[in-house]
């Protein structure tokens, strides 16, 4: 009986230990290659992030049901105005796919590239099991920097932080 107790309790430890390990090691460290991938974006045109090489390029998942990715929405239309140099990809992780997309942006023509990842492909090579969570790649696809969470991008403070970070 102790002995059935003593690997549950191993296995147990084990499970929660990977879990834990999973949710803060980064999938990637500062200056490794982000893989290419490519998805197709809510007009129906396949995007590949290697034709984005020579600008650094920003990856947001998010969802139609997240509530903090709502509030992150409309700094995104005002995106290219505070980093012109870098290439927004919102990528969605609604299992509705291009239907909940469109629905989430009846009326509001996004400024910029929605994809979307319905099976969580790209999400899971990323990593990302939340939303909001977004990647900051260099010009050369090299990997800068992983923000959990919602952020606010037009404050002074995370807007100085990016702006070093691409241009170093």
């Known amino acids: 009986m102790k002995l059935k107790f003593a690997l549950v309790f191993i296995l147990v430890a084990l499970v929660a230990g990977l879990w834990i390990y ?48 709502a509030h992150e929405m409309p700094l995104f239309a005002k995106f290219d105005k505070l980093y012109p140099s870098i290439k927004l990809l919102a990528v969605s992780e609604d299992e509705g796919g291009e239907a909940a997309v469109k629905a989430y942006f009846t009326g509001v023509k996004p400024n910029f590239t929605v994809l979307l990842d319905p099976e969580g492909r790209v999400s899971d090579r990323f990593k990302s099991y939340r939303v909001p969570e977004s990647f900051l790649l260099d010009k050369n696809g090299k990997f800068l920097h992983r923000f959990i969470g919602a952020v606010s991008w037009d404050e002074p403070q995370v807007m100085e932080i990016v702006k070093k970070m691409i241009s170093e």
């Open 22 to 69: 999973e949710q803060f090691v980064p999938p990637f460290s500062k200056g490794m290659e982000v893989a290419d991938f490519s998805l197709i974006d809510m007009h129906g045109n396949t995007v590949r992030l290697s034709s984005l090489r020579g600008q650094s390029v920003l990856i947001h998942f998010w969802a139609s049901w997240c509530s903090q990715c």
